[in-house]
C-alpha cells in the first residue's frame, strides 16, 4: 500500500514529503520514545507518535519510515518542518488519537496482504 | 585489524545541543551505504551510532564518535568529557535512567539507550570515570565468519 492511499482514507494532512507520497508503506510502528522506535521499528514502516520536536526526522530518517503520522492534531514545531522538508521526510497530521490512526492503519495495511 | 580500513574517522559531538543531535549518526549511516555494506549490518550500527550520539548530548560536555570500518567489522567508540556513570551495572539496567525532565518530554532518557547498545552489537566495552567521562566501544561484525 502507498502512503497516499493512507493519506486519503484518513484525510490526513500533507505538512511536508508531498513528493514521497507514492512510497510503499511495509507497516508501523507507534511510540513516543525515541529508543523504542530506534529499536523496533522497521524500514518502510509509517511512524506514529505525539512528538513534534525535531529529532523525530533525524529517527525517521535513520530508519528510513515511510512517514510520520502526528496524532492529536499536534503540528510539527517550525525547525521540524525545515528539517522534514529539506530531508525529505513525509509529515502527516491527523485530527484521531494514536489508537485510532493505529487501527486503521493497521487494517488497511492488512486488507492488502 | 592490521590491513588497512576501509575507513577511520571522527566526529565531534557537541553536548546539550538537541537541534543537531543525529547529524552523526546520518553521516555513519551514509559512509556505511557508501561503502557497501548490507542494510540489516547499516541498521545495527546507525543505532548503536544514534544512541551513542544522544547519550553525550543528553548527558556530556563534549565527545566524539569514532568510526572504523575494516573488512570484518565495524568499530564505533564513542568518548566523551562528562560526569561519567558512578554505577555502570545500574546504568545497563533496562528502564534506569538518570535524564531530567526537559530529555524525557522529547521522548529519550527511558533508560533504553545502552541496553539497546549492548544488544545490537557484537561486542560491547564499556569503562567510565566519575567527574571525567564515558568510554564505549562497539564492534559489529560485517560477517558472520569474522571475529569468532
Known amino acids: ?113 | 585489524m592490521d590491513e588497512k580500513p576501509l575507513y577511520d574517522g571522527s566526529f565531534s559531538v557537541v553536548g546539550g545541543n538537541f537541534d543537531n543531535a543525529g547529524e552523526v549518526s546520518s553521516s555513519i549511516k551514509t559512509i556505511l551505504k557508501k561503502i557497501g555494506l548490507p542494510s540489516d549490518i547499516i541498521r545495527k550500527a546507525a543505532l548503536v551510532a544514534y544512541e551513542s550520539e544522544i547519550n553525550i548530548v543528553s548527558y556530556a560536555r563534549k565527545g566524539m564518535i569514532r568510526l572504523r570500518v575494516s573488512p570484518e567489522c565495524i568499530m564505533i567508540e564513542a568518548i566523551d568529557e562528562g560526569q561519567g556513570i558512578p554505577d555502570i551495572d545500574l546504568a545497563m539496567q533496562p528502564g534506569w535512567s538518570t535524564a531530567n525532565q526537559k530529555i524525557r518530554e522529547m521522548g529519550f532518557g527511558a533508560g533504553m539507550g545502552l541496553c539497546n547498545i549492548k544488544s545490537f552489537s557484537d561486542i560491547f566495552n564499556i569503562s567510565s570515570e566519575v567527574g571525567k567521562g564515558t568510554h564505549l566501544k562497539m564492534i559489529i561484525k560485517t560477517n558472520s565468519n569474522s571475529l569468532q
Open chain 1, 1 to 113: 500500500m502507498d502512503l497516499e492511499s493512507i493519506v486519503k482514507a484518513l484525510n490526513l494532512k500533507v505538512r511536508s514529503g508531498e513528493d514521497k507520497l507514492k512510497s510503499e508503506v511495509r507497516g508501523g510502528y507507534t511510540g513516543d520514545l525515541l529508543s523504542d522506535v530506534m529499536a523496533n521499528s522497521k524500514e518502510g514502516d509509517i511512524w506514529i507518535t505525539r512528538q513534534v520536536h525535531q529529532n523525530i526526522v533525524a529517527v525517521a530518517s535513520l530508519k528510513e519510515h515511510a512517514g510520520i503520522v502526528l496524532v492529536q492534531d499536534s503540528e510539527p514545531a517550525k525547525d521540524t518542518l525545515e528539517k522534514a522538508i529539506k530531508e525529505g521526510i513525509p509529515i502527516l497530521v491527523s485530527d484521531l488519537s494514536g489508537f485510532e490512526v493505529t487501527a486503521r492503519i493497521y487494517n488497511l495495511i492488512k486488507k492488502t496482504d
